[in-house]
């Protein structure tokens, strides 16, 4: 029996206090993330069960009991005060995904400082822009992240301390590093929890848009109520499972359901921090005995990829429920997975603003292949009509997703740019960006973006960002860049550019522009293509029509071009 | 072939290792081993097909042909004339 069970008798009546009630909370009491995923676990009697087991580089594993994650959090949130990082301070977390990254994000919640978690494999100017943003107090980061640190930090006179968690003595820190293992720390066996309230900021995501720069998602400790009731019944994770998140906890999913979720109902959880392969992925599947899988659609397609005989050769059958995530889930990986695992994956929708699943496919549901699925129950979602944002009910018709504002996990505002996060809001409803339309059983299905930005691999990447970073090549006078169709990937960045006089167009040239890109902002927003064209289309007014790129990428019909300065 | 497992030993030193990571090896798993990600493996596709004049098929360039230096080599050594 699933944990949701029938999903219309949870429709009915349904109230989050549902959750706070099995949490134990009541308005008005201290809630603290950090003291949820640890504390209250040891206090309910599973001290001595497994939290985290990990797997690294070189066979390397270690494994910890919640107890250990309780004490290791004390000492990680003990260390930051004694450093005098005090409540809202953003302290960033900078590192791949080692054990370090899942229990400091719980003892930086711990002290009521600000978590900003932050992908490691960003470069130095997209680290920068961040950081700037939050005017964050201190980074946790591994050793070999900080040269990237090292390159910007003149620049960021508020950022106090850079604690290295891996620092082995080889090489001098510089002033403001200061080194912390958590191995050889003394564990800290009780700290004064700080008492963060509902409204008490949690953690700040980092999200990319059309215009101006990345956004800084932030969250309050009351998401919990909807990150633990959206795990109890959509990843249906019980007291037995051993769960896998292979999402980074440099991004949301990476905390709402790799951290928050699993730990906040005291489930044991496996990491590997590992770069993708197939048998490599199977094989910690078979060891670890994974019952629920929680995925992306670029490695659900990079497996379909690798083909149904490697699938053979491995022992799956401790899988139960595979859910998915990040970008919309086409129908052949779904058919592909219930062919190949007898379960199909379960695709969910939802946002690094919304903190919490939004649309998904439930256990127990019937479910329609590459459909978004419906709404968690309290979650009141409409397709709205892009002029008057009216509600849409005819069935097919595509609008804009719109939710109405109320539930737990959703953003309280972007950091330092509350006229941007005013703007999500039309007519009573938040605007996702995204497009879909909804079928006469209410199954929404995901038709695109409603602006530029580009989601590659499940990850947002704003063209003006690549742009911009672009520009500041040498041989770079002008660029556009757009969404370009991908098999794996769903979109990966392509970059028209003209050149500066001097520069002649080569392949030799396009592979620098795509390492400067690379290094400097991130893999992520490395343009896979860049086309050199002598110029690019722009409006009258001198702006770039990246509208007619696009098209010309997906095959699409152009439109009107009225405002088109030239055809050429 | 060992010119050749020189020379992509350097490039994948030079653009995808951090100033204090450990040398790698021709044998250092790249991909399973996060050193490069699938998405950066398109660059150094790129690199590769401009210095050796080849172009690699997309359904060769999986993520496992590509997890060592030894196994770049021995694909790319595939489509060398």
Redesign the interface.
């Known amino acids: 029996m699933s944990n949701i069970g029938s999903y219309e008798d949870r429709n009915k009546d349904f109230d989050w206090s549902l959750a706070e009630k099995e949490l134990g909370y009541k308005d008005g009491d201290t809630i603290n993330i950090g003291w949820y995923c640890s504390d209250r676990i040891c206090e309910m009697g599973k001290a001595d069960k497994t939290a985290l087991i990990w797997e690294g580089?070189g066979g390397k594993e270690k494994s910890y009991t919640f107890n250990e994650i309780r004490l290791a959090s004390n000492t990680i949130g003990a260390f930051l005060r004694e450093l005098g990082i005090k409540a809202e301070d953003r302290v960033c977390l900078f590192m791949?995904k080692i054990p370090e990254l899942y229990i400091g994000f719980l003892g930086v919640l711990k002290i009521g400082a600000i978590a900003q978690p932050l992908f490691s494999?960003f470069g130095d100017e997209s680290l920068f822009v961040r950081l700037d943003n939050a005017k964050t107090s201190a980074i946790v980061t591994q050793?070999?992240?900080?040269?990237?640190v090292r390159k910007i930090i003149d620049k960021m006179p508020y950022l106090k301390h850079v604690i290295v968690v891996d620092d082995d003595g080889r090489?001098p820190l510089r002033e403001r590093e200061i080194a912390f293992s958590l191995e050889n720390a003394v564990p800290v066996e009780s700290i004064e929890i700080h008492p963060t309230k509902a409204e008490s900021a949690s953690v700040l995501h980092y999200t990319s848009g059309t215009t101006g720069q990345p956004k800084g998602v932030q969250h309050v400790h009351y998401s919990l109520i909807s990150q633990y009731l959206t795990t109890k019944w959509v990843l249906d994770l019980q007291d037995d499972d051993i769960y896998w998140c292979t999402a980074d906890p440099g991004w949301v999913t990476g905390t709402s359901y790799g951290i928050i979720g699993p730990w906040s109902l005291g489930v044991t959880q496996c990491v590997k921090?590992?770069?993708?392969?197939?048998?490599?992925w199977y094989e910690f599947i078979q060891k670890r005995k994974v019952t629920v899988w929680y995925s992306a659609p670029t490695a659900i397609r990079?497996l379909m990829?690798?083909g149904d005989e490697v699938v053979k050769k491995h022992d799956l059958s401790s899988l139960r429920h595979l859910a998915s995530v990040g970008e919309p889930l086409n129908s052949e990986a779904v058919i592909w997975s219930e062919k190949v695992y007898g379960l199909p994956f379960l695709d969910t929708y939802w946002q690094t603003e919304t903190g919490s699943m939004m649309l998904t496919n439930f256990p127990g549901m019937k479910v329609k292949p590459g459909s978004m699925g419906k709404p968690f129950p309290g979650i009141t979602a409409a397709v709205l009509d892009a002029e008057t944002f009216e509600q849409i009910n005819e069935p097919g018709k595509v609008g804009l997703i719109g939710f109405k504002p109320g539930w737990p996990a959703m953003m309280r505002t972007y950091w330092n740019n509350e006229e941007t996060y005013k703007g999500k809001f039309k007519n009573g409803w938040y605007l996702s960006g995204d497009r879909s339309s909804i079928d006469n059983e209410g199954y929404f299905w995901f038709t695109g973006r409603d602006d530029d930005v580009i989601n590659?691999?499940g990850h947002l990447v704003s063209p003006f960002e690549v742009e911009s970073a672009l520009l500041e090549h040498e041989a770079v006078a002008e660029s556009a860049v757009v969404a370009k169709p991908d098999e794996?990937?769903m979109e990966?960045v392509k970059a028209f550019v003209t050149l500066k006089p001097g520069f002649e167009a080569s392949?030799?040239l396009?592979?620098k522009i795509?390492?400067f890109i690379?290094k400097k902002l991130s893999?992520?927003a490395?343009p896979?293509e860049i086309e050199y064209v002598k110029s690019l289309p722009k409006t009258r007014s001198g702006k770039i029509m990246r509208r007619l790129l696009h098209a010309k990428e997906w095959g699409e019909e152009i439109g009107d071009t009225s405002t088109l300065e030239d055809d050429e | 072939m060992d010119e050749m497992k020189d020379v992509i030993l350097e490039y994948v030193t030079e653009e995808y290792l951090e100033e204090d990571d450990d040398e790698i090896s021709f044998d250092t798993p790249l991909i399973s081993g996060g050193i490069v990600d699938s998405f950066s493996m398109v660059s150094l596709k790129r690199f590769l097909e401009n210095k050796y004049s080849i172009s690699i098929p997309d359904d060769k360039a999986t993520p496992e042909a590509f997890d060592s230096v030894n196994k770049i080599a021995v694909l790319v050594q595939e489509f060398v004339k």
């Open positions: 580089l791949d494999a050793r070999k992240h900080v040269a990237k090489k921090d590992v770069g993708f392969s197939a048998v490599g990079s990829k690798a590659t691999g794996v990937n990966v392949v030799d396009e592979l795509m390492n690379r893999p992520l490395m896979q």
